[in-house]
């Protein structure tokens, strides 16, 4: 047997024989513990901080806890297969990388080690609007390997277009709408440590690179970074959005589109209505709606209104891979992997996130057998009980 996951187990289980030198974490806590050592408060808390009193945040991890895995025995697990299939194309595991921005201030690796590490495990990367690198540097370190494009809507229509356009030419093979960031929460730890990383000119590498929002200026961004960055701030987010942009970006492009950051029903069935392709149940990681439903809990409702129409990706709150087994027995068809690959990325670079992900990728095949399943298409709600408070 040779499959992915049988891959991936082995490599995990072969450092027992030859240690790691550099001693990386097994032990998922205890990457975050040297994220906190390595990063000044500014960029951490940037990464580990939330809306508010954090409540969501914290609800979004524990509330997987409310559902135990019961597993089946005697089913011959032996041969197991990790892969799905989305939008026609088939994807060899049910992890994705969330898109993330600014992961300059993380690690000099930033994006383009974040997507390396996921194209060397075949994990798609999704590109945020606002990377550190430009999308084509990031499309072009990494090939052929699947890769989508995480739009934020600009408040001028002529940059958000010319995103797409630019996004389609490098090769990326969907679109990501996220709707939950029409502008940056109440964040508190941000506002007490004075860090917003883009004041300083950090994450805006598509904006300072794109023809639209350069014509927008009076003077290029190279004679007055400060007068761009401003522009950039005005600009960035789109409160006036409504379900009408969105039929106009499925007129606009051909590319498959998810719309990130649902989580009521009746959002889910016009997502349908608007004919996108997916739909991302997200909280954003807990970072913009404090006291919000966390996303493990908003998922069996959004299923029920979407009845298989579209595809149902989640995140927020994944963490080890019975977290994937539940999201996926709850009716996701894939998840997000966010702040994770961000620890990773603190602790050691392109290396770090490496290894988060074939951690995962080895912890979901594992559990994926012992739970008595040989593909993730088989996982079904009956196989989890929900334990009520
Ligand atoms: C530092 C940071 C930056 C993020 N930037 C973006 C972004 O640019 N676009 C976006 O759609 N989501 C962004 N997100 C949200 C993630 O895509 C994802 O929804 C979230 O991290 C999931 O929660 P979890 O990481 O706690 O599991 C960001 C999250 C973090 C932690
Ligand atoms: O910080 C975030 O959660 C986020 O989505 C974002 C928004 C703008 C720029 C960079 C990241």
Known sequence: MSTYGNQVQFNVYSTMHNPDPERLPKVYEEWEEQARKVLADG????????????????DNVCAFKDWKIVPRMLRNVEERDMSIE?????YAS???????????????????????????????YITSSASSQTMEEIA????????WFQLYWNRDREVTKSFVRRAEAAGYEAIVVTLDTPMMAWRERDLQNVYLPFL??????????????RNALSVPPEEDPKGAIAHWSKTFGNPGLTWEDIAFLREFTNLPILL??????????????????????????GRQVDGAISAIEALPGVCEAVQGRISVLMDSGIRRGSDVIKALALGADAVLVGRPCMYG????????????????????DITLALTGCTSVGELQESMLQQITP
Request: charged share 20%; net charge negative.
């Open 43 to 58: 960029p951490y808390y940037y990464v580990a901080g939330g809306a508010g009193g954090e409540q969501t945040m914290r």
């Open 86 to 90: 989305l939008f026609g194309r088939k």
């Open 94 to 124: 049910p992890l994705l990388v969330a898109p993330i921005g600014v992961q300059s201030i993380i690690h000099p690796d930033g994006d383009v080690g974040t997507a390396k590490a996921a194209a060397s495990l075949h994990i798609p």
């Open 140 to 147: 072009g370190n990494i090939d052929a390997s699947p890769k």
């Open 200 to 213: 300083q000119g950090e994450g805006i590498a598509n904006y300072l690179s794109d023809p639209a929002f």
């Open 260 to 285: 990130k950051g649902i989580l009521h029903p009746e959002d889910a069935a016009l997502a349908v209505e608007y004919k996108v392709d997916g739909i991302i149940v997200s909280n954003h990681g």
């Open 345 to 364: 990325l603190a602790v050691a670079g392109e290396r770090g996130v490496y290894e988060i992900l074939q951690n995962m990728l080895a912890d979901l």
